[in-house]
């Protein structure tokens, strides 16, 4: 709530004019309850708001007599009463906090806000379930408010609950306010209302000495959504408390055309693509709107199919590899938390980064625009790999490396042995291959593939089983050397063991030589190695990878008879 401390806090100028006008925050209120955040409770100093839903039926219209004479109380709520007496036979049964007398109100209404503790326990907000699940958010801790995951894929606020700042005792209030539109849309399909307690009581008790409110001018205000009772002693002490209602600006039906049209893909915004139009044998540009393409069954005259390659720079992965919280390149899938997906990419010889146009049109609009942003022509054909599983309908024999290592360390992860450390899901979607020729990318996937294969080998365990073999270690040997040492011990001849941990060496080493601070020769010469002998560094990455998956395979094969053994 924007400038609440003008209304919680006594100002040092003009302090009995704040006084002896309570009515102001009224206005105040007023305004909030109009805004893009609803506030649902408030407990600060002068300032107090908790609101309740109220059904429709019993706000139609609201029944101010008996309601202003209602007290709720957030601590109060859903309890087991167990009662006897009055010629009833002794009974428990559930009751709310708000009661269920058929007369009041509220009756049959939602408390949404509810203030614990215990003892031991610092005082906490809980929300009511209802609303919490209904609106599909969890609380984090760290952003102090229930969130979900919008369609972007960001974490968007939905309710928050916060801590005002102390006041001049220490003291801090709370504030829980709701994002307006999905509170209009939780009371449309509940048929409910909000009604708001509030009680405004500016008195500065350590300057005037109050006594009371003997001699206060009084007034009442009444109208069909806001009933309050005022009271003042100019330049001393004020008051206002009342309920104000606030209604949906919304039907049910009104909110379910707005959910349909939201699901509708033919009635999104869809970006414009140059496509490779392999029906016709063109480029050309092309909506990826449903309607404007056509599948192979229906085969529209005219139209390109939906699976119509569409190619981009390779920078178009670089948003994706660089916030690895928020998106998951999964072989050739990326996924946005869980918002969309892009469900099949791969990169051609050309290194340009491609996909069908169908599985763009799935991406929300904004996201389609992200990659419009690299699109262009076509360098070389589609992978060789994508045109075998996605055209002809075939299992590809060609061994990725990469995947090959992922599902290796899976399957380690899973058999717990000694000496190995789970890598885990996020070390092993970390590792991807360099998208771009970019030295400082190249550099970054090595250590990511580094960090999923060596530092998975435990040391102190690896020290056990060379000497269970009977090999001779030295002290300052690492986990590669030891492991060479083992194989050896195993009975591989030491020019095999040498050249099986070579490509694990090689990259242990690359690592520290490119992820270094400083440029130097040996990362310049490493640089321009790796180009001159496999022309891209994603195809030094892929050679590097396939030669540390042979290595990864042997060294299991011996670890594990070891364990046989």
Known sequence: MKNLAKYTRIPEEESGQWLENAVASVEYLKLAMTGQWIPIYVSAPFFYILAVLMSQERASPVDHARLEGLFVDPTSGWRLEHSWGGGEPERMYLTSGLGESGGSPLAGGQQLVYRRQMHGLDPYIELDQRLVQALDVHFMPERNAYCRINSGGDIEAVIKVELLPP????????????????????????????????????????????????????????????????????????????????????????????????????????????????????????????????????????????????????EVMSKYKADTDKYQIDGRMIRCREAWELRSFDINEAGQVHTYLQDLSHLPYEEQLYWKSFNEEPKAPISKRSFTSDFLGEWTNEIDPLDELKRLTTTLDGTRAAWWVARGQAVRLAAQYPSRENAAEWGDEILHLDQLVVEGFKESELRKVAASRGATVEANWRSLRLIETILVAAGTSPEQAKATMAPLQRMHALRSILTAHTGGTTKSEEQRKAIAEHNTYRAHFEHLASGVLKGLAAIIAVLDSDKAA
């Open 167 to 314: 006041d001049e005792d220490g003291h801090r209030g709370n504030l829980v306010t709701i994002r307006t539109e999905d509170l209009v849309k939780y009371m449309a399909v509940t048929g409910t209302v909000l009604a708001a307690k509030f009680d405004f009581t500016r008195v500065d008790h350590k300057v005037t000495g109050f006594d009371g409110w003997q001699g206060a001018e009084r007034d009442n205000f009444k109208a069909p959504d806001l009933v309050y009772h005022s009271g003042r002693v100019p330049g001393r002490c004020s008051f206002a408390n009342g309920w104000i209602i606030v209604r949906p600006n919304k039907t049910v039906a009104e909110v379910m055309q707005e959910e349909n049209a939201a699901s509708d893909r033919s009635k999104r915004q869809h970006a414009d693509f140059i496509i490779q139009d392999v029906r016709h044998g063109r480029i050309v540009t092309c909506s990826a709107a449903p309607g404007a393409s056509t599948n192979y069954f229906d085969a529209v005259e005219g139209l390109p199919f939906e699976l119509s390659p569409v190619f981009f720079r390779a």
